[in-house]
DNA sequence: GGGATTTTGACAACCATTTTCATTCTGGTT
DNA sequence: AACCAGAATGAAAATGGTTGTCAAAATCCC
Protein backbone atom coordinates (compact mmCIF):
# COMPACT_ATOMS: atom_id res chain seq x y z
CA UNK A 1 0.00 0.00 0.00
CA UNK A 2 1.00 3.11 -1.02
CA UNK A 3 0.01 5.24 1.66
CA UNK A 4 3.24 5.61 3.40
CA UNK A 5 5.20 5.98 -0.17
CA UNK A 6 2.83 9.01 -0.89
CA UNK A 7 3.78 10.52 2.55
CA UNK A 8 7.16 10.57 1.69
CA UNK A 9 6.60 11.66 -1.46
CA UNK A 10 4.48 14.54 0.49
CA UNK A 11 7.19 15.60 2.47
CA UNK A 12 9.78 15.48 -0.75
CA UNK A 13 7.56 17.83 -2.73
CA UNK A 14 7.36 20.58 0.17
CA UNK A 15 11.18 21.14 0.30
CA UNK A 16 12.52 23.64 -2.01
CA UNK A 17 15.83 21.42 -2.53
CA UNK A 18 17.71 18.22 -2.50
CA UNK A 19 16.86 16.43 0.49
CA UNK A 20 18.76 13.26 2.09
CA UNK A 21 17.22 9.81 2.98
CA UNK A 22 17.96 10.77 6.77
CA UNK A 23 16.52 14.11 6.22
CA UNK A 24 13.51 13.15 5.39
CA UNK A 25 12.93 10.71 7.72
CA UNK A 26 13.82 13.08 10.63
CA UNK A 27 11.09 16.11 9.44
CA UNK A 28 8.79 13.18 9.33
CA UNK A 29 9.32 12.23 12.21
CA UNK A 30 9.51 15.34 14.02
CA UNK A 31 6.14 16.02 12.26
CA UNK A 32 4.58 13.36 14.20
CA UNK A 33 4.65 10.90 11.40
CA UNK A 34 4.79 7.25 12.88
CA UNK A 35 7.48 6.25 9.88
CA UNK A 36 10.75 3.54 10.01
CA UNK A 37 13.58 4.77 8.27
CA UNK A 38 13.81 1.49 6.26
CA UNK A 39 10.53 2.33 4.80
CA UNK A 40 11.72 5.62 3.82
CA UNK A 41 14.69 4.33 1.80
CA UNK A 42 12.59 1.89 0.26
CA UNK A 43 9.82 4.53 -0.69
CA UNK A 44 12.62 6.68 -1.81
CA UNK A 45 13.77 4.13 -3.85
CA UNK A 46 10.63 3.11 -5.26
CA UNK A 47 9.75 6.53 -6.30
CA UNK A 48 13.38 7.49 -7.32
CA UNK A 49 12.88 4.00 -10.22
CA UNK A 50 9.02 4.69 -10.90
CA UNK A 51 10.78 8.19 -12.43
CA UNK A 52 9.11 10.47 -9.84
CA UNK A 53 11.57 11.80 -7.62
CA UNK A 54 15.10 12.67 -9.05
CA UNK A 55 18.48 11.26 -7.20
CA UNK A 56 21.72 13.00 -7.35
CA UNK A 57 24.88 12.23 -4.82
CA UNK A 58 26.64 14.65 -2.74
CA UNK A 59 30.10 15.21 -3.01
CA UNK A 60 30.68 13.09 0.50
CA UNK A 61 28.14 10.17 -0.97
CA UNK A 62 24.95 10.90 0.32
CA UNK A 63 22.33 10.29 -2.00
CA UNK A 64 19.94 12.72 -2.31
CA UNK A 65 16.61 13.38 -3.55
CA UNK A 66 14.15 15.75 -5.09
CA UNK A 67 10.60 15.55 -6.03
CA UNK A 68 10.63 17.59 -9.43
CA UNK A 69 7.94 19.58 -11.36
CA UNK A 70 8.19 18.02 -14.82
CA UNK A 71 8.45 13.92 -15.45
CA UNK A 72 11.01 14.50 -18.66
CA UNK A 73 14.62 14.72 -19.16
CA UNK A 74 15.67 17.63 -17.26
CA UNK A 75 18.86 18.95 -15.05
CA UNK A 76 19.48 20.75 -11.69
CA UNK A 77 21.04 24.53 -10.80
CA UNK A 78 21.58 24.09 -7.71
CA UNK A 79 22.72 26.51 -4.97
CA UNK A 80 25.68 25.16 -2.71
CA UNK A 81 24.82 27.09 0.05
CA UNK A 82 20.92 26.97 0.43
CA UNK A 83 20.06 23.81 -1.78
CA UNK A 84 17.57 25.68 -3.36
CA UNK A 85 17.11 24.22 -7.03
CA UNK A 86 16.11 25.43 -10.40
CA UNK A 87 15.26 22.90 -13.18
CA UNK A 88 16.90 23.53 -16.29
CA UNK A 89 16.63 22.35 -19.86
CA UNK A 90 19.42 21.96 -22.27
CA UNK A 91 18.83 20.36 -25.67
CA UNK A 92 22.26 21.21 -27.08
CA UNK A 93 23.93 19.31 -24.10
CA UNK A 94 22.15 16.71 -24.98
CA UNK A 95 22.66 16.69 -28.60
CA UNK A 96 26.53 17.07 -27.45
CA UNK A 97 26.65 13.94 -25.53
CA UNK A 98 24.88 12.11 -28.08
CA UNK A 99 27.70 13.41 -30.65
CA UNK A 100 30.30 13.26 -28.96
CA UNK A 101 29.29 9.47 -27.67
CA UNK A 102 28.77 8.61 -31.31
CA UNK A 103 32.08 10.12 -32.80
CA UNK A 104 34.05 7.56 -30.77
CA UNK A 105 31.26 4.21 -30.90
CA UNK A 106 29.58 4.56 -28.07
CA UNK A 107 26.25 3.31 -28.13
CA UNK A 108 23.28 3.37 -25.75
CA UNK A 109 24.98 7.10 -24.26
CA UNK A 110 23.66 8.56 -21.41
CA UNK A 111 24.65 11.37 -19.09
CA UNK A 112 25.00 13.13 -15.86
CA UNK A 113 24.84 16.89 -15.89
CA UNK A 114 24.74 18.64 -12.89
CA UNK A 115 25.46 22.56 -12.30
CA UNK A 116 26.50 23.96 -8.89
CA UNK A 117 26.74 27.95 -7.61
CA UNK A 118 25.65 30.36 -5.24
CA UNK A 119 22.05 31.88 -5.70
CA UNK A 120 21.41 35.58 -5.66
CA UNK A 121 19.90 35.43 -2.38
CA UNK A 122 23.30 33.87 -0.77
CA UNK A 123 25.89 36.02 -2.45
CA UNK A 124 23.66 38.80 -0.91
CA UNK A 125 23.65 37.12 2.67
CA UNK A 126 28.08 36.50 2.11
CA UNK A 127 28.46 39.80 0.75
CA UNK A 128 27.01 41.50 4.17
CA UNK A 129 28.59 39.47 6.63
CA UNK B 1 57.83 12.19 1.54
CA UNK B 2 56.12 11.75 -2.00
CA UNK B 3 57.57 8.09 -2.20
CA UNK B 4 54.05 6.14 -1.59
CA UNK B 5 52.31 8.93 -3.11
CA UNK B 6 54.31 8.52 -6.15
CA UNK B 7 53.74 4.86 -5.97
CA UNK B 8 49.83 5.24 -5.96
CA UNK B 9 50.14 7.99 -8.72
CA UNK B 10 52.29 5.51 -10.82
CA UNK B 11 49.20 2.48 -10.62
CA UNK B 12 46.68 5.21 -11.44
CA UNK B 13 48.61 5.86 -14.50
CA UNK B 14 48.84 2.31 -15.35
CA UNK B 15 45.29 1.99 -15.73
CA UNK B 16 42.90 2.77 -18.61
CA UNK B 17 39.75 3.49 -16.48
CA UNK B 18 38.74 5.00 -13.14
CA UNK B 19 40.06 2.95 -10.27
CA UNK B 20 38.51 2.89 -7.15
CA UNK B 21 40.87 3.05 -3.57
CA UNK B 22 40.27 -0.40 -3.04
CA UNK B 23 41.29 -1.60 -6.57
CA UNK B 24 44.38 0.58 -6.45
CA UNK B 25 45.06 -0.86 -3.23
CA UNK B 26 44.49 -4.81 -4.02
CA UNK B 27 46.79 -3.84 -7.29
CA UNK B 28 49.49 -2.54 -5.85
CA UNK B 29 49.39 -5.42 -2.71
CA UNK B 30 49.43 -7.80 -5.26
CA UNK B 31 52.56 -5.98 -6.98
CA UNK B 32 54.39 -6.78 -4.16
CA UNK B 33 54.06 -3.04 -2.56
CA UNK B 34 54.06 -2.93 0.84
CA UNK B 35 51.52 -0.22 1.57
CA UNK B 36 48.66 0.28 3.62
CA UNK B 37 44.92 0.39 2.92
CA UNK B 38 44.95 4.18 4.98
CA UNK B 39 47.85 5.46 2.79
CA UNK B 40 46.22 4.91 -0.31
CA UNK B 41 43.30 6.60 0.40
CA UNK B 42 45.46 9.87 2.10
CA UNK B 43 47.38 9.75 -1.33
CA UNK B 44 44.59 9.36 -3.34
CA UNK B 45 43.00 12.53 -2.00
CA UNK B 46 45.79 14.41 -1.60
CA UNK B 47 46.33 13.80 -5.06
CA UNK B 48 43.15 14.66 -6.27
CA UNK B 49 42.76 17.61 -3.81
CA UNK B 50 46.23 19.06 -5.78
CA UNK B 51 44.24 17.83 -9.02
CA UNK B 52 46.24 15.50 -10.25
CA UNK B 53 43.76 13.08 -10.59
CA UNK B 54 40.28 13.22 -11.41
CA UNK B 55 37.48 11.82 -8.76
CA UNK B 56 33.75 10.72 -9.62
CA UNK B 57 31.22 9.23 -7.97
CA UNK B 58 29.91 5.58 -9.11
CA UNK B 59 26.33 5.14 -8.70
CA UNK B 60 26.97 2.97 -5.72
CA UNK B 61 28.47 5.91 -3.94
CA UNK B 62 32.37 4.37 -4.46
CA UNK B 63 35.09 7.08 -5.07
CA UNK B 64 36.48 6.45 -8.57
CA UNK B 65 39.69 8.02 -9.18
CA UNK B 66 41.98 8.30 -12.75
CA UNK B 67 45.08 9.90 -13.76
CA UNK B 68 44.28 12.41 -16.56
CA UNK B 69 46.57 13.44 -18.94
CA UNK B 70 45.56 16.96 -19.33
CA UNK B 71 44.89 19.10 -16.14
CA UNK B 72 43.05 21.47 -17.94
CA UNK B 73 38.87 21.49 -17.47
CA UNK B 74 37.56 18.30 -19.41
CA UNK B 75 35.17 15.59 -19.14
CA UNK B 76 34.66 11.68 -19.80
CA UNK B 77 33.35 9.57 -21.80
CA UNK B 78 33.48 6.62 -20.13
CA UNK B 79 32.31 2.86 -21.17
CA UNK B 80 30.04 1.08 -18.47
CA UNK B 81 31.21 -2.23 -19.13
CA UNK B 82 35.02 -1.96 -19.45
CA UNK B 83 35.57 1.09 -17.97
CA UNK B 84 37.82 2.48 -20.77
CA UNK B 85 37.89 6.09 -20.42
CA UNK B 86 37.99 8.93 -23.20
CA UNK B 87 38.90 12.56 -22.36
CA UNK B 88 36.75 14.88 -23.87
CA UNK B 89 36.22 18.88 -23.70
CA UNK B 90 33.07 20.45 -24.49
CA UNK B 91 33.68 24.23 -24.93
CA UNK B 92 29.83 24.68 -25.74
CA UNK B 93 28.99 22.69 -22.64
CA UNK B 94 31.19 25.10 -20.10
CA UNK B 95 29.29 28.25 -22.11
CA UNK B 96 25.50 26.77 -21.36
CA UNK B 97 26.46 26.04 -18.20
CA UNK B 98 27.69 29.23 -17.23
CA UNK B 99 25.00 31.11 -19.23
CA UNK B 100 22.63 29.23 -17.22
CA UNK B 101 23.75 30.05 -14.52
CA UNK B 102 23.88 33.71 -14.86
CA UNK B 103 20.22 33.57 -16.26
CA UNK B 104 19.18 32.67 -12.90
CA UNK B 105 21.51 35.03 -11.02
CA UNK B 106 23.91 32.23 -9.32
CA UNK B 107 27.65 33.48 -8.93
CA UNK B 108 31.00 31.17 -8.94
CA UNK B 109 29.37 28.43 -11.19
CA UNK B 110 30.70 25.24 -11.60
CA UNK B 111 29.18 22.18 -12.97
CA UNK B 112 29.71 18.29 -12.99
CA UNK B 113 29.17 16.45 -16.76
CA UNK B 114 29.91 12.85 -16.95
CA UNK B 115 28.75 10.70 -20.27
CA UNK B 116 28.71 7.30 -20.35
CA UNK B 117 27.79 4.70 -22.67
CA UNK B 118 28.90 1.42 -24.31
CA UNK B 119 31.72 1.45 -26.14
CA UNK B 120 32.72 -0.21 -29.71
CA UNK B 121 34.56 -3.19 -28.69
CA UNK B 122 32.12 -3.99 -25.70
CA UNK B 123 28.87 -3.93 -28.05
CA UNK B 124 30.50 -5.95 -30.22
CA UNK B 125 31.15 -8.78 -27.71
CA UNK B 126 27.68 -8.19 -26.23
CA UNK B 127 26.50 -8.75 -29.95
CA UNK B 128 28.60 -11.63 -30.58
CA UNK B 129 27.51 -13.74 -26.90
C1' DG C 1 73.97 11.59 17.26
C1' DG C 2 69.54 13.25 19.09
C1' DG C 3 65.32 15.21 19.25
C1' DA C 4 61.41 17.30 16.57
C1' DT C 5 58.36 16.42 12.84
C1' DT C 6 56.10 13.96 9.36
C1' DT C 7 54.49 9.71 7.32
C1' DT C 8 52.84 5.30 7.71
C1' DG C 9 49.57 1.54 8.60
C1' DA C 10 46.99 -1.83 11.65
C1' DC C 11 42.93 -1.44 13.75
C1' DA C 12 38.86 0.61 15.51
C1' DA C 13 35.19 3.88 14.77
C1' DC C 14 31.73 6.06 11.56
C1' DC C 15 27.74 6.35 9.21
C1' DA C 16 24.67 5.95 5.25
C1' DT C 17 22.53 2.25 3.35
C1' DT C 18 20.91 -2.79 3.17
C1' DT C 19 19.49 -6.98 4.89
C1' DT C 20 17.04 -9.85 7.98
C1' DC C 21 13.11 -11.44 9.89
C1' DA C 22 9.26 -11.33 12.76
C1' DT C 23 5.09 -8.65 13.00
C1' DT C 24 1.41 -5.94 11.09
C1' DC C 25 -1.57 -4.55 7.38
C1' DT C 26 -4.37 -5.42 3.13
C1' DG C 27 -7.60 -7.21 0.29
C1' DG C 28 -10.03 -11.03 -1.25
C1' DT C 29 -12.75 -15.32 -0.05
C1' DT C 30 -15.92 -18.03 2.13
C1' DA D 1 -16.84 -12.50 11.03
C1' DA D 2 -13.16 -15.59 10.60
C1' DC D 3 -9.40 -16.92 7.51
C1' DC D 4 -5.54 -16.66 4.80
C1' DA D 5 -1.84 -15.43 1.32
C1' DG D 6 1.03 -12.02 0.11
C1' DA D 7 2.80 -7.37 0.55
C1' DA D 8 4.39 -3.76 3.60
C1' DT D 9 6.54 -2.28 7.76
C1' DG D 10 10.24 -1.33 11.03
C1' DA D 11 13.63 -2.56 14.85
C1' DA D 12 17.75 -4.28 15.09
C1' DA D 13 21.85 -6.25 13.10
C1' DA D 14 25.00 -6.57 9.20
C1' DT D 15 27.59 -4.38 5.40
C1' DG D 16 31.18 -1.81 3.42
C1' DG D 17 33.54 2.21 1.89
C1' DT D 18 35.80 5.72 4.17
C1' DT D 19 37.88 8.21 8.04
C1' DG D 20 39.97 8.70 12.74
C1' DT D 21 43.34 7.07 16.24
C1' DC D 22 47.67 6.37 17.84
C1' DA D 23 51.95 4.17 18.34
C1' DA D 24 55.87 2.75 15.55
C1' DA D 25 58.99 3.91 11.78
C1' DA D 26 61.12 6.95 8.48
C1' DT D 27 62.99 11.57 7.63
C1' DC D 28 64.69 16.07 8.50
C1' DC D 29 67.25 19.58 10.92
C1' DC D 30 70.68 21.31 13.99
Redesign the pocket.
Known amino acids: ?????DAVHDTLRRSEGFR???DVYAEMRSDGA??????????L?ALADGGKVDVL?TD?????YRACASGDHHHHLVCRRCGRTVEVAGPDVERWAESVGAEHGFTEVTHTVEVFGTCAACSAAARAS
Not at 60 to 64: I, K, L
Open positions: MTTRRSAQKIGLTTVYRAQRDGESV
